[in-house]
């Protein structure tokens, strides 16, 4: 089984920044592709930024040039350093983490969620 454990979410002004981190744990053999979703109140779930293992990335076209998509193999974790943010970027952000288990088995996990809210 493997756990993810998200962090970095909060309240911010226009303008400002957050780093988001993502942890996966449990008996996982390798990790191929991460990434980072979000969610806002009666919108569907969309991909905000994805990295594979040999670190290729793909941005929304709604976050280039202001948010970055980062991963320590060694940690098993994630990152999204949000620059700029603006208010449309308020939403629930989910990771989420793909590769096999010890067992060879492959498996997607989802995180449990983090609100990020840009107000003033």
């Known amino acids: 089984q493997v756990h993810l454990v998200e962090s970095g979410g909060g309240l911010v002004q226009p303008g400002g920044s957050l780093r988001l981190s993502c942890a996966a744990s449990g008996s996982i053999f390798s990790i191929n592709a991460m990434g980072w979703y979000r969610q806002a109140p009666g919108k569907q779930r969309d991909l905000v930024a994805a990295i594979t293992s040999g670190r290729s990335t793909n941005y929304a076209d709604s976050v280039k040039g202001r948010f970055t998509i980062s991963r320590d193999n060694a940690k098993n974790t994630v990152y999204l350093q949000m620059n700029s943010l603006k208010p449309e970027d308020t939403a629930v952000y989910y990771c989420?983490?793909?590769?096999?288990?010890?067992?060879?088995?492959?498996?997607?996990?989802w995180g449990q969620g983090t609100q990020v809210t840009v107000s003033s």
């Open positions: 989420n983490v793909e590769g096999q288990t010890t067992y060879l088995v492959p498996f997607v996990s």
